[in-house]
């Protein structure tokens, strides 16, 4: 029997949920879903599904076994109690909450009532996300120092609920934490040691829409986030540098290479100067052909409704939750770190 499915906020993600859990999910079956707005209503309506006329009508449906709840993101934790109350399991959409303190209220009430709680952070199976990991795992490259992730764009505008901070939005909340749960999803046994962050509001009056957070990590790798509204060339997705090699990811297409030494041996520096555009110089030459590779990308394809997969095995008892209380906590806690970076303006150390 499939597991009976609820939404909170019939907006433009749950959308996304209903055609997809639809269409390729079958042991999950979204029943009904609410609403406050009226065109919403009317959209529960054009799908077939049952319209709740308010949340207490799905925390009361015996029939309802998960609630997925895709609302703005300062009503979140609300919703996540009163279902879990109810008795029911819960899906939330990212951030789960404004803060861990919010968090840990939501956690406590989830493991007194038994009830599965979980995040829908769907970029762990994006194919860069993906293809970062193979390139790291199959020691591609080496020694990895430095990582660069970054979702920039030039449009300059939030929709809606997004640009205000009573609603929990800005870039941080938004792209900030499907970036931030993948590097810290890489790296769930390395601690943190520092975060530092900068915040630019360029065109939105209340929230950032740019932001840099650099997090040093106890293994000596450093990581730079960035998601930015205001840039109108693009960076690479992604970018890795390790001792013996850089790789390059340009986009969500997973276009890019990786550059790597052809051996580990020491190049060999020649006697004469070499002459550049910049003048002569020996430390920035461009490296002589024959002691470099260049290796294409090995992609790796992903599917976000795993997630969905997994949620119905951790409720029939079958699985554990692949996104856990642990991870959606530690995310938090660098989150609060990264807003109190930018209000200070210094450097958090702790370990996180």
């Given amino acids: 029997m499939p597991v009976n499915m609820a939404i909170i906020g019939m907006g433009g993600m749950a959308g996304w949920h209903y055609k997809n859990v639809t269409e390729n999910?079958?042991?999950?079956?979204?029943?009904?879903?609410?609403?406050?707005?009226?065109?919403?209503?009317?959209?529960?309506?054009?799908?077939?599904?049952?319209?709740?006329?308010?949340?207490?009508?799905?925390?009361?449906?015996?029939?309802?076994?998960?609630?997925?709840?895709?609302?703005?993101?300062?009503?979140?934790?609300?919703?996540?109690?009163a279902c879990l109350e109810a008795g029911k399991n819960v899906l939330c959409e990212k951030p789960v909450t404004l803060n861990t303190e919010e968090l840990d209220e939501v956690i406590k009430v989830a493991e007194k009532a038994g009830k599965l709680f979980t995040v829908h952070q769907n970029r762990r199976w994006d194919s860069d996300y993906l293809t970062v990991r193979k390139i790291l795992d199959d020691k591609i490259l080496t020694d990895l120092y430095r990582i660069e992730t970054r979702v920039q764009g030039s449009r300059q505008y939030v929709h809606g609920w997004r640009g205000y901070k009573i609603n929990g939005g800005g870039m941080v909340l938004d792209w900030g934490i499907h970036l931030l749960d993948q590097i810290l999803f890489m790296y769930q046994d390395v601690k943190i040691t520092s975060v530092h962050s900068h915040f630019h509001q360029i065109v939105m009056p209340e929230v950032e829409d740019d932001f840099t957070a650099l997090l040093h990590f106890e293994n000596g790798v450093s990581v730079v986030v960035n998601?930015?509204?205001?840039?109108?060339?693009?960076?690479?997705?992604?970018?890795?540098?390790?001792?013996?090699?850089?790789?390059?990811?340009?986009?969500?297409?997973?276009?890019?290479?990786?550059?790597?030494?052809?051996?580990?041996?020491?190049?060999?520096?020649?006697?004469?100067?070499?002459?550049?555009?910049a003048g002569p110089t020996r430390s920035m030459a461009p490296r002589p052909v024959d002691t470099i590779n260049k290796l294409p990308l090995p992609v790796v394809k992903g599917d976000w409704l795993d997630l969905h997969r997994n949620v119905v095995k951790a409720i029939k008892g079958e699985a554990k939750p692949i996104v856990t209380h642990k991870q959606m906590r530690r995310c938090m806690q660098v989150v609060d770190a990264i807003f109190e970076s930018a209000t200070s303006g210094n450097a958090v150390t702790r370990d996180l």
């Fill in 25 to 81: 999910v079958p042991e999950l079956k979204i029943v009904g879903a609410y609403d406050i707005r009226e065109e919403s209503k009317k959209t529960i309506d054009g799908l077939g599904i049952k319209n709740y006329k308010s949340p207490e009508e799905i925390y009361a449906d015996k029939d309802i076994q998960l609630v997925l709840i895709a609302t703005p993101n300062d009503v979140h934790k609300p919703y996540s109690i």
């Fill in 227 to 277: 998601v930015s509204m205001s840039s109108f060339i693009v960076q690479p997705r992604w970018k890795l540098f390790a001792k013996n090699g850089t790789a390059n990811i340009d986009n969500w297409d997973v276009e890019g290479e990786i550059v790597c030494l052809a051996d580990a041996s020491k190049m060999e520096w020649g006697e004469s100067i070499v002459y550049t555009s």
